[in-house]
């Protein structure tokens, strides 16, 4: 069996835009996925979609502990509101695997201009919040959601990946692939409070040109 067939990703918050185009790219390449969400019902009905759009059963869903369980590594795609909660659910399950944490801290409605949290980063709450047992994976962040929604859709953007082990950021890229997508290594963990503040943004340049995409491309490489 290959990696693909053999690796479980679960995504927890799997039912919204982006962790659903996300966990679509995976399945469409062979991926085991598991559908996470805080109501159960509503992430097996999604999974269920998903795989009616597959044409094969490549998803199934449920609570964000059961998926967290199941999985070999895990996608936390979650409103920053419900950030430190849902780790908070997810801890114990979570020990000993890859976390990508996609979460930006937003702060409504001035969602156009940079916030950071207590601790700089999400990605940073998130490896003090679950200790040194979970490898922490920081990615995703700069990638529009209205790119993801089309799983065939060709996303012009490169992805930026930050963590502090380099096995864990060697996964991540590869997986980065797989969307289509091309992976950076962008650093330690740290460095995830420039690429989350990034957000903002290319928030405020969608609205001030008129888009809804706008990615980060980095060149020379």
Same mark, same amino acid.
């Not at 690796?7 to 659903?20: C, D, F, N, P, W």
């Not at 070999?72 to 419900?82: E, F, G, I, K, Q």
């Given at each position: 069996m290959t990696e693909n067939q053999t690796?479980?990703?679960? =995504? !927890?918050?799997?039912?919204?835009?982006?962790?659903?185009g996300l966990a679509m790219r995976w399945a469409m390449n062979g991926y085991s996925i598991i559908i996470g969400s805080r109501d159960g019902e509503r992430a097996a009905a999604h999974a269920t979609e998903m795989n009616a759009k597959l044409g094969k059963n490549q998803a199934v869903g449920m609570g964000n502990p059961e998926a967290a369980t199941q999985a070999?590594?895990? =996608? !936390?795609?979650?409103?920053?509101?419900?950030h430190q909660a849902t780790l908070e659910s997810v801890k114990e399950q979570l020990q000993g695997k890859i976390l990508i944490d996609i979460t930006v801290p937003l702060q409504p409605p001035k969602v156009r201009t940079v916030h950071l949290p207590e601790g700089k980063s999400a990605a940073l709450e998130a490896q003090a919040l679950l200790g040194e047992g979970v490898k922490v994976v920081a990615a995703f962040q700069n990638v529009s959601a209205e790119q993801l929604v089309d799983p065939n859709h060709v996303v012009d953007c490169d992805v930026l990946v930050c963590g502090n082990d380099a096995e864990a950021k060697a996964t991540v890229i590869k997986l980065v692939k797989?969307?289509?997508m091309k992976g950076v290594d962008a650093g330690s963990l740290a460095n995830a409070v420039a690429i989350e503040a990034l957000t903002p943004v290319l928030l405020y340049i969608n609205k001030a040109y008129g888009i809804k995409s706008s990615g980060i491309r980095i060149t020379g490489i």
């Open positions: 690796l479980k990703i679960a =995504v !927890l918050g799997g039912t919204g835009k982006e962790g659903s070999d590594l895990v =996608v !936390l795609s979650v409103p920053y509101t419900a797989t969307t289509g």
